[in-house]
């Protein structure tokens, strides 16, 4: 299942998950004990109200991130939540991404020509300095290498993409991209499981 990207697909999700509306606010104030989305209408913040107080809190750049983590959340007390679109990303060819890595789905993009990509978080991030960048590598855009293969769903694994960061930052990246938005960091594989990454095992 597609994690959501929107408010109101989170508020679906949780409803069909039963999960207690006293448990969580979506734009909706603080309520006690329970986890809160709102917005100041740039950044999207999560945090858990107690009493007054705010624990635990993160902004985010993007309403997909902010519903992602939410999710993430609420998962560990229901398990009915449903899970996050997670696959695992490995390279044949690339010595820094060979490491089998967690990657999360947190929006979906498509360039101006219409191919698909997506926007993603990786456990654990790569090391930017490797490629003269300030900080780690946690996100990245992965987009399909070969022409026909869909990333949307992704139905043929491994699915061979594109690995990049944005050149202008996370809070101008929006469909459409296009494809000097980003700087190409290398090629790479999502796999189903971390042991098929493992093992580069293809279908």
């Not at 006293?22 to 989305?37: Q, T």
């Not at 100041?40 to 624990?55: A, K, Q, V």
Request: proline letters at 7%.
């Amino acid at each position: 299942m597609r994690e959501p990207r929107t408010v109101p697909e989170l508020a679906e999700a949780l409803r069909g998950a039963e999960v207690p509306t006293s448990a969580y606010s979506l734009l909706d104030g603080d309520r006690d004990e329970a986890v809160v989305l709102d917005t100041d209408g740039r950044d999207w913040n999560i945090y858990y109200s107690e009493r007054g107080l705010r624990t635990g809190e993160r902004r985010f750049a993007t309403e997909g991130e902010a519903c992602a983590e939410v999710l993430r959340r609420l998962g560990r007390w229901f398990p009915a939540v449903p899970p996050p679109e997670r696959y695992f990303l490995s390279s044949l060819e690339s010595t820094t991404f060979a490491p089998v890595r967690s990657c999360v789905v947190r929006k979906r993009l498509r360039f101006d020509t219409g191919k698909e990509a997506i926007l993603a978080t990786l456990d654990p991030p790569a090391i930017g300095q490797l490629w003269g960048l300030r900080d780690d590598v946690e996100t990245v855009v992965l987009a399909s290498r070969h022409e026909g293969q869909a990333l949307d769903p992704i139905t043929s694994f491994p699915c061979f993409v594109h690995i990049a960061t944005p050149r202008h930052g996370w809070t101008e990246l929006a469909t459409p991209i296009r494809a000097d938005d980003l700087h190409h960091l290398a090629w790479g594989e999502l796999y189903r499981t971390a042991d098929d990454a493992e093992h580069h095992r293809f279908d």
